[in-house]
């Protein structure tokens, strides 16, 4: 049993689930993961693999066992991944981008809240064809299995994170040892000294003290504050007012953080939706903050304080 199943109870959710027919999709244990490959730019090859791949991506994300608890359909994590093929190395080595989503439902609703969305763009793998995808956790001989599995267990920890205070980190754990089993990995994309934006610092940021308050922030944002919108929404407001003033204690010590910047990815506009016609002074409040954490948005935010609003 989930240490926290009466929140995580996607049955009393109205579950919303993306309907997009490119994407393949599969009833799966935790995750409810579609997929979608795309090359192109690549000509004169069997396209046929790329079917292949997205299919076997699908099976491998939807059909593991990532964790010991037991999920109903309904409480499934929605999560989508994108595959972008951008060159063909040989017959069996691809590179490209991968995009991670994961989206959370909100109680009471019909409204899906993102929780990731990122652009990975150290994507580079061997594949051949109808060559199954199998993960050991003690011995990744496959970057894509590798890659794969990390982002399970990071879509795993944001959505535990989001029901329960610091309820992921289990799963960032297993995400930081698929990191640590991949230091020798010719592949970039593992190591710290390759750049601080990449799979290396999500996770030490996440398991980083310093960002404590993030994902504080996580929890109280979404479980005290959009899962109350429906009901109560100026307590739900004011609520994730309170875990956004948690966000400035970690900007302030790590600065344009990696996990700081995710955050940001995810919520810019669903925060300029909810605050746009908030009372003055409160939105006044949210503005001060996010253009503090978030100065590449500052633009958008001062309009959102500039328009309109209650009083």
């Not at 590179?95 to 439902?105: E, F, L, N, V």
């Not at 150290?122 to 051949?128: A, E, I, Q, S």
């Not at 959009?226 to 929404?233: L, Q, S, T």
């Amino acid at each position: 049993m989930k240490h926290f199943k009466i929140f995580r109870n996607r049955g009393l959710l109205l579950f919303a689930i993306f309907a997009l027919s490119s994407f393949t999709r599969l009833s799966s244990q935790e995750l409810r993961c579609m997929v979608q490959v795309v090359a192109p730019g690549i000509q004169g090859t069997n396209r046929a693999v790329f079917e292949t791949l997205q299919t076997s991506i699908m099976e491998f994300m939807n059909g593991q066992r990532w964790t010991e608890h037991v999920y109903q359909t309904s409480e499934r994590i929605d999560c989508s991944i994108l595959i972008n093929i951008t060159e063909m190395l040989g017959s069996d080595e691809f590179k490209g981008t991968i995009q991670i989503q994961s989206r959370r439902p909100v109680y009471n609703s019909s409204y899906i809240s993102t929780l990731i969305n990122y652009l990975d763009q150290n994507l580079h793998f061997r594949y051949v064809e109808f060559e199954p995808l199998v993960y050991n956790p003690n011995n990744i001989e496959s970057n894509l299995v590798g890659i794969l599995a990390y982002y399970a267990y990071i879509i795993l920890g944001y959505d535990y994170d989001s029901f329960s205070p610091m309820g992921g980190t289990a799963y960032f754990r297993e995400a930081e040892n698929i990191v640590n089993i991949s230091q020798n990995a010719r592949e970039s994309g593992w190591k710290s000294f390759e750049s601080t934006r990449n799979r290396y610092w999500l996770v030490e940021n996440l398991l980083n003290e310093h960002h404590t308050p993030l994902r504080n922030c996580y929890y109280q944002y979404h479980r005290r504050g959009m899962d109350r919108m429906a009901d109560k929404p100026e307590e739900g407001r004011s609520n994730i007012v309170s875990a956004l003033e948690l966000l400035q204690k970690v900007h302030r010590q790590r600065p344009n953080s990696f996990a700081m910047v995710l955050f940001s990815n995810a919520k810019t506009e669903e925060l300029i939706n909810i605050f746009s016609g908030a009372q003055s002074m409160e939105k006044g409040r949210v503005a001060e903050i996010l253009i503090e954490i978030d100065p590449a948005n500052s633009d958008k935010y001062e309009k959102m304080r500039s328009d309109q609003g209650r009083f």
